[in-house]
């Protein structure tokens, strides 16, 4: 994927957002860092799919420069979650939607920055395709 040098985060107006399908963020932290810092980005917030971590696990990934900021991990099933990498130097409140979650179905997280001119909310979700089933 060939990104271009302008999101170097050069304006204050503006948010850099990073998505990363990365079935398995295992052993992956350093392949991530060098991925970013070869197409000359360092995002805000950074959104990963498929982590396929636990609770217990997730919080212990660490990426220089980010803090995990909010998460969902699968309890009963293997793979999935998702999850949300912000800067270090933003400030941010997480908002707890695992009420709302559904394994393999509907996995969500969320943060909002605490801005005082805009409401803003990012949210982040895996939701499964399910096929139709026949003859409805």
Same mark, same amino acid.
């Given at each position: 994927?060939?990104?271009?040098?302008?999101?170097?985060?050069?304006?204050?107006?503006?948010?850099?957002? *990073?998505?990363?399908?990365?079935?398995?963020?295992?052993?992956?932290?350093? %392949?991530?860092?060098?991925?970013?810092?070869?197409?000359?980005? $360092?995002?805000?917030?950074?959104?990963?799919?498929?982590?396929? $971590?636990? %609770?217990? %696990?997730?919080?212990?990934?660490?990426?220089? +420069? *980010?803090?995990?900021?909010?998460?969902?991990? $699968?309890?009963?099933?293997? +793979? +999935?979650?998702?999850?949300?990498?912000?800067?270090?130097?933003?400030?941010?409140?997480? !908002?707890?939607?695992?009420?709302?979650?559904? %394994?393999?179905?509907?996995? !969500?997280?969320?943060?909002? =920055?605490?801005?005082?001119?805009?409401?803003?909310?990012?949210?982040?979700?895996?939701?499964?395709?399910?096929? =139709?089933?026949? +003859?409805?």
């Amino acid at each position: 994927m060939e990104l271009t040098a302008c999101n170097k985060r050069k304006s204050t107006n503006s948010i850099t957002i *990073y998505h990363q399908n990365i079935q398995s963020i295992t052993n992956k932290s350093d %392949e991530l860092s060098k991925n970013l810092q070869m197409n000359h980005i $360092r995002p805000h917030l950074i959104f990963l799919t498929e982590h396929h $971590r636990k %609770e217990s %696990e997730i919080t212990k990934f660490s990426l220089d +420069g *980010y803090i995990l900021a909010s998460s969902f991990c $699968r309890r009963e099933s293997l +793979g +999935g979650g998702v999850c949300i990498l912000i800067s270090d130097n933003i400030i941010f409140q997480t !908002i707890d939607l695992k009420q709302f979650c559904h %394994e393999k179905t509907l996995e !969500i997280c969320a943060v909002k =920055p605490p801005l005082k001119t805009i409401k803003l909310v990012f949210f982040f979700f895996f939701l499964a395709f399910i096929e =139709p089933q026949q +003859g409805t």
